[in-house]
């Protein structure tokens, strides 16, 4: 039997590596590609609260790359369904 620490971190080493994978992916969203993430988000989202709320930072925000990146680096539902939006955009 693994040892599940092994396994977590294993894990970890993999998640960690697919978000620096994304991140040129990321730093090349522009505001257009932004604004259709969060529509998505509003149509399909699992939890319309925290796509409200990162809807209304993103909508104060300067740096909107910023604030997805940050959302990107809590492991969440909602940053899963980013990614998988990101892939499909970028992809």
Do not use: W, Y
Not at 38 to 61: F, H, P, R, W, Y
């Amino acid at each position: 039997m693994a040892d599940i620490t092994k396994v977590k971190e294993a894990a970890t080493r993999i998640k960690n590596q697919l978000n620096e994978d994304l991140k040129p992916q990321i730093e090349a969203l522009t505001d257009v590609d932004i604004q259709d993430i969060l529509s998505i988000l509003e149509k399909t989202g699992i939890n319309s609260v925290e796509v409200q709320k990162l809807k209304a930072e993103v909508d104060q925000a300067t740096n909107k790359n910023e604030i997805i990146t940050r959302v990107l680096s809590t492991p969440s539902a909602l940053c899963e369904q980013i990614k998988g939006i990101i892939r499909k955009i970028k992809g």
